[in-house]
């Protein structure tokens, strides 16, 4: 892999992007050469922003990062693993925030393997400050009207609270 730029993908649903996603991107981004933050338009839950919304925020997020110049923010459709060859990588960079993520993680990446046997998935444990944060909380407490300090940037907590106020 000499004189090849090394790119780490880093994917999820970021609906939305928080906190926890933001610390992980902040420390795996510094490992590679290039980070690509993939929103995925294929997830298993039912998202509460639309793909492009999604990736409006996690691009709101990024670019807070002015000392970071290595990432990009890229929706993808379908299979990951595709993705993750159209972008020339062979990392799968993802979050571990404890011993409930293990067992989901764990079989992701076997899966992505066995379909992609070049890819290798790296995972990131979360830190003491923001390992109990997930986006499904997130939504949770903005719902029921609480308090996001903390958790999401300003700009996000106020989209959070938008979308429940619309519903
Ligand atoms: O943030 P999430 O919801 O835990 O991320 C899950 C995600 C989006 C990474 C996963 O659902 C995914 O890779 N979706 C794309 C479709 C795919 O490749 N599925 C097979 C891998 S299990």
């Given at each position: 892999m000499k004189n090849q730029l090394k790119t780490a993908i880093y994917p999820g649903s970021f609906d939305p992007i928080?906190?926890?996603?933001?610390?992980?991107?902040k420390r795996a981004a510094k490992l590679f050469d290039r980070f690509v933050v993939a929103v995925a338009h294929d997830t298993k839950k039912t998202t509460l922003f639309h793909i492009d919304e999604r990736v409006r925020l996690a691009q709101l997020e990024i670019q807070k990062l002015h000392d970071i110049k290595n990432i990009?923010?890229?929706p993808f459709q379908?299979?990951?693993?595709?993705?993750v060859k159209s972008e020339g990588a062979?990392?799968?960079?993802?979050?571990?925030r404890g011993?409930?993520?293990?067992?989901?993680?764990?079989?992701m990446s076997y899966i992505n393997h066995k379909l992609a046997p070049n890819t290798t998935t790296i995972l990131f444990p979360a830190t003491a400050n923001t390992h109990y944060?997930?986006?499904s909380s997130v939504k949770e407490i903005a719902r029921l009207n609480g308090r996001l300090d903390g958790l999401v940037s300003t700009e996000?907590?106020?989209?959070?609270k938008r979308r429940?106020?619309?519903v």
């Open positions: 928080t906190f926890g996603h933001l610390d992980i991107i990009e923010v890229k379908g299979l990951l693993v595709n993705f062979s990392v799968i960079a993802r979050g571990l011993v409930s993520d293990f067992e989901y993680e764990f079989q944060i997930s986006s996000i907590a106020d989209e959070l429940f106020s619309e």
